[in-house]
């Protein structure tokens, strides 16, 4: 696929843009991207390379100008005082304290990019937590009493009946067992 501005090299950035429920695409080459005022992420020496880092925190000084109403970050870090602006251009945090002294204004942004600033991986497959694995070894009548529980939660009444209905008949069962014994 052909740049969408030059229409001569091959377009290697995909970048997808919502604003206010507008969807723009637009496919880039390298150099296009590194002359997009998106995309500043030209390194020091001026070269026109381009990497993750640099333009994750390209936007993300973007966002940050274009938000009129952000609180002004922190005007540096106590303990290596790294400023918030040298942060966006290397990419890289000075220490372990910088996380604290930027931490609020980064959540934002890592919120206004993502959507969320939590992690929330995939699991393996097969992957079984352990309360899932103790629910799991719970006898069936205890499995239909907590699902009981959960539908009267969850107001699911009709749900809540056939659980308990379930939970009668096992101990119905159960109960003409031990008569049987005896």
């Known amino acids: 696929m052909l740049c969408d501005r030059c229409q001569k090299n091959e377009a290697k950035i995909y970048y997808t843009e919502i604003i206010n429920g507008k969807k723009t695409e637009q496919h ?6 590194a002359k997009h ?14 990497n993750l880092s640099g333009m994750l925190f390209g936007l993300l000084g973007n966002i940050q100008s274009t938000n009129e109403k952000e609180e002004t970050p922190i005007a540096a870090c106590k303990n290596c005082k790294m400023t918030y602006e040298e ?5 890289q945090f000075g220490c372990e304290e910088c996380y604290k002294s930027f931490g609020r204004v980064l959540n934002k942004n890592l919120r206004s990019i993502h959507g969320a600033d ?3 991986g995939k699991q393996p497959k097969g992957y079984i937590s352990e309360a899932k694995r103790l629910v799991n070894e719970l006898p069936e009548i205890d499995k239909l009493t907590i699902q009981l ?17 379930k939970i009668r008949a096992l101990k119905k069962g159960a109960n003409k067992d031990n008569e049987k014994m005896v």
Do not use: P, W
């Open 149 to 165: 529980q959960q539908a009267i939660e969850q107001e699911e009444y009709e749900e809540a009946a056939k659980f308990r209905d």
């Open 28 to 33: 880039l080459c390298e150099e296009c991207a």
């Open 37 to 50: 005022s998106t995309f500043q992420a030209l390194n020091s020496l001026g070269k026109e390379e381009m």
């Open 87 to 91: 942060f966006t251009k290397v990419g």
């Open 118 to 120: 939590t992690h929330t």
